[in-house]
């Protein structure tokens, strides 16, 4: 039969196909979850309905729920829910003690820290331990964990960290003890302002190691397998499926305060679903993305929320080693300001966005005083179609050039592509002597060409690792992980150095150093060109309440959620 | 007819190696690492994430290791998509809901479209025929997923007659998806029956059974249809393998936790380990239906010999 051969090799170039297709579909960078939230009053206004129950989505199943080896969204917003750390932020986003109980006696030097714990209980009723920390933390950073976020947020910070991480130190020796069950001691490197805030990451939180060894391989692997502390338990997860429970943890020791029985989680990835979804009333909060921000605009049950995350152009001033035109400072103020921030986040994203003359993100981190860092810092680099103009000029001029040619890196998701369009569209018409090409690849691919600094300008975005302007602040110093742009100014440095080291104790001469740090980056030197701050849209039922939205660690609150007016 | 078969088997260990070996190398070459957050990590942090699952090792020996553990049955553990767990358990928990709605899809589709294309066929140029081969045109034209969502929005969300999405509601659950699947082979067979009836009502052999007098449902279904099945059997083989392995777009609108989405989004996420179990599984599953669909020939049409003229 000379036909089988014919299919022998169909049978080969069908499977190939089917995953070369697959392939071709782009990567998805965006973790962000699609989850309530709310901006209403946070005392019960209405009465409570007898039935609390509240019906979300998911954009994405859990990957894992090992606090050890976690590194996405929807598992950290979980563990925001189900776990807890010694602290947490509130309804206001500040951190405030919850198995800490009270604030923590610190030395002088900032780098003894001594909590005392609350009595509170694991869900199968045994005591949470000061040693349940020590465990916890020791097996983040034990190398043989290959835990992504240990090291991570505690390298340079814990005493001992970065040696422990290297191998060079046994895990035992990192600078957490148990004094006695209910005190907890930290030893840090440096002073870290921070600190508080940080307590409440799902990587400090505390873990059963009683319950974990008991396990062995089978820890975390469905929610069978899964102990908690916090005010909800996750029940009903198969380990690879698309749904799961969060029930009330009577074990809570603020159980008093939660008011939910039960929350229904379904992932749903296809956006248009998750708005049937809602519409049907199956479900309580549905995100909106793309043309159906634009098509419930006028909703009156439309909420919108900022996100931490910003995005903005990155200047490569020397392509795969050779000097280009972003290597003068008038050219890369001019684009800068030459492109119409307003007009990009109304009519193109039109999602919420907020468009960004700064770098730290609005409605994120606070000084003592509860003041927001974008307050004391204001705009710096403003859209100015006419200034950026005189600017290109004189740019071309001290190059010596009547032309310039540049490429925009960019992501190849509809948003991504649609943004970039439009810039290169304002650009050339703001700068005469302007040609944008643009160049749109999966973000997989992006992140090699940023690290083989092969592109002149790209679109990036970051989102917060901590609760402080400095996870934003550092990210352009000489020679960082990100600044694969050949970016250097001493001063800006130094003030970045200075924040972390010596100002570390003085929280408003470190503010200060931070704000000046920013200034230099954008006002100064233009390394980078702020472009918008991202909003996300959902719909939400009006009888759900006070879901809480979080700029760091897990997205959201559950804890002092309520369904009020559904019956 | 058991050397035959037994030949066969041969030549589809070796596609599966080929196949295997193929993607091994193919996905090797996809930009991106499954050790997601390597930016958070420093190197010495991410020799041990790679270490854990060789990923260490020269590629010719990552390839090895891998080819003796596939040979052993052991696909491997998740990398990053499931991180730790078995891909077979994997494989396993996500095929049962894409086989169900792909069965009962490829079933629906597959027994309207033979009628359709029986009828048309015998009603050949009158409005029945131009129906359904407008039915046809349209089933094979509009994509599943503009479908889907119709499917969704008016049977789901506006007259509330079957879940909107989620796979909580058992058979009814499935109904919808399975409707959206069934388009394509309900084209596709409509199509094929149709042009291969009104070629085969028009031969000789048929025309001497009207000579003897038999009946008309007799020369439709006796003598008529089991040659129009041959070209049929051929593409639905194939097209029941993609249909039962899940599809994405179906998948994905009625949130479904099928294999379909989830293989996709292993490659987007490069865990390797899954992307090579799904990939090899799908593969056995499409080799073992076309030597199933070459034992059918034989059957329908005896003219069709296996094996040489010898045996």
């Not at chain 2, 056995?284 to 049409?301: N, S």
């Amino acid at each position: 039969m000379k036909n089988s051969k014919i299919f022998w090799l169909l049978s080969l170039v069908l499977v190939l196909s089917a995953f070369l297709a697959a392939c071709g579909g782009g990567n998805e960078s965006d973790t962000s979850t699609e989850t309530p939230d709310d901006t209403g009053s946070t005392e019960p206004a209405g009465e409570l309905d007898s039935e609390q129950v509240l019906n979300i989505m998911e954009s994405a199943e859990i990957p894992t729920m090992d606090i050890s080896l976690a590194e996405d969204a929807v598992a950290f917003n979980i563990f925001n829910n189900v776990n807890e750390g010694l602290f947490r932020l509130n309804e206001e986003n500040i951190a405030e003690p919850a198995l800490a109980d009270g604030e923590p006696e610190v030395s002088e030097d900032g780098l003894t820290y001594t909590f005392k714990l609350r009595d509170s209980n694991w869900s199968d009723g045994t005591p949470v331990t000061a040693n349940d920390f020590v465990y916890s933390w020791q097996r983040s950073i034990d190398p043989a964990t290959g835990s992504p976020y240990g090291a991570y947020m505690m390298a340079g910070s814990i005493v001992n960290a970065t040696e422990i991480a290297a191998g060079d130190m046994e895990p035992t020796e990192l600078g957490v003890t148990a004094v006695d069950d209910s005190t907890l001691e930290v030893k840090l490197e440096r002073p870290v302002p921070y600190f508080m805030s940080l307590m409440s990451f799902p990587t400090f939180y505390p873990q059963n190691e009683a319950f974990i060894s008991e396990k062995g391989d089978a820890y975390a692997s469905n929610s069978e397998n899964l102990i908690f502390n916090g005010p909800f338990t996750l029940t009903d997860w198969d380990g690879t499926g698309l749904t799961w429970k969060m029930q009330k943890n009577p074990e809570y020791w603020d159980a008093e305060t939660v008011k939910l029985e039960t929350i229904n989680v379904d992932v749903v990835k296809e956006p248009a679903t998750a708005v049937n979804l809602y519409n049907s009333g199956e479900k309580d909060r549905a995100g909106l993305s793309g043309e159906f921000a634009m098509q419930y605009a006028n909703d009156e049950n439309l909420v919108t929320e900022l996100e931490p995350t910003v995005f903005y152009f990155k200047f490569n001033q020397e392509r795969n080693g050779e000097e280009n035109a972003l290597k003068n400072v008038n050219i890369r103020k001019a684009i800068a300001k030459g492109f119409n921030k307003q007009d990009l986040v109304d009519v193109v994203l039109a999602n919420g966005s907020l468009p960004a003359n700064y770098l730290v993100p609005t409605d994120f981190a606070f000084d003592e005083s509860n003041t927001d860092f974008r307050d004391v810092n204001g705009d710096l680099i403003e859209f100015n179609a006419e200034e950026a103009a005189e600017l290109f000029a004189t740019g071309m001029e001290e190059l010596g050039v009547e032309e310039v040619t540049l490429e925009i890196l960019g992501g190849d998701t509809e948003t991504a592509k649609n943004m970039d369009a439009y810039l290169k569209e304002q650009l050339e018409t703001n700068l005469e002597g302007l040609t944008i090409n643009l160049k749109a690849v999966p973000f997989a691919v992006r992140l090699e060409l940023d690290e083989a600094q092969d592109y002149d300008i790209q679109t990036a975005g970051w989102g917060p690792d901590y609760q402080d302007p400095m996870t934003f602040i550092d990210l352009f110093v000489t020679g960082s992980a990100q600044n694969k742009m050949s970016y250097s100014n001493p001063e800006y440095d130094a003030l970045v150095e200075s924040a972390k080291g010596e100002l570390a104790t003085d929280p408003a001469a470190r503010w200060e150093a931070m704000a000046q740090a920013e200034k230099i980056l954008l006002e100064d030197d233009a390394a980078i060109a702020p472009i918008y701050q991202r909003g996300l849209m959902s719909l939400q039922q009006p009888y759900v309440n006070n879901i809480i939205k979080h700029p760091f660690g897990g997205d959201y609150s559950y804890k002092w959620a309520y369904i009020s007016g559904k019956e | 007819m058991a050397k035959y078969i037994g030949k066969r088997l041969i030549y589809m260990v070796i596609t599966l190696a080929l196949i295997a070996t193929f993607t091994f190398f193919l996905m090797k070459v996809l930009p991106g690492s499954p050790v997601a957050s390597a930016d958070k990590l420093s190197p010495e942090q991410r020799a041990v994430v790679e270490a854990r699952y060789g990923l260490n090792e020269p590629l010719p020996v990552q390839y090895f290791n891998y080819m003796f553990g596939l040979v052993q049955g052991d696909l491997g553990i998740s990398i990053n998509q499931f991180k730790g767990a078995n891909v077979t358990d994997v494989i396993l928990s996500r095929m049962g809901p894409s086989a169900q709605i792909g069965f009962q899809g490829m079933l629906l589709g597959t027994v309207l479209g033979i009628l359709l294309g029986m009828i048309a066929a015998l009603r050949q140029n009158t409005w029945v025929d131009y129906t359904s081969t407008f039915v046809a045109i349209v089933g094979i034209s509009i994509p599943s997923f503009v479908f889907a969502s119709l499917l969704q929005y008016w049977f789901g969300l506006k007259w509330g007659l079957f879940p909107v999405a989620l796979w909580k509601d058992g058979f009814m659950s499935s109904v919808l998806p399975s409707i959206a699947l069934a388009m394509f082979p309900l084209a596709t067979a409509a199509r094929f029956i149709r042009t291969e009836m009104i070629e085969v009502l028009g031969s000789d052999y048929i025309t001497l059974a009207k000579a003897k007098g038999a009946s008309g449902s007799e020369i439709a279904f006796k003598h008529a249809f089991r040659n129009a099945l041959i070209p049929l059997i051929t593409v639905l083989g194939p097209m029941a393998v993609s249909i039962l392995t899940g599809s994405l777009v179906v998948e994905q609108i009625f949130a479904i936790p099928g294999i379909g989405e989830q293989f996709v989004k292993s490659i987007m996420v490069s865990d390797f380990s899954i992307i090579m179990g799904t990939t090899i599984f799908f593969s056995v599953f499409l080799i073992v239906i076309i030597l199933l669909v070459d034992i059918l020939y034989g059957v329908i049409d005896p003219r069709i010999r296996l094996s040489g003229g010898k045996s």
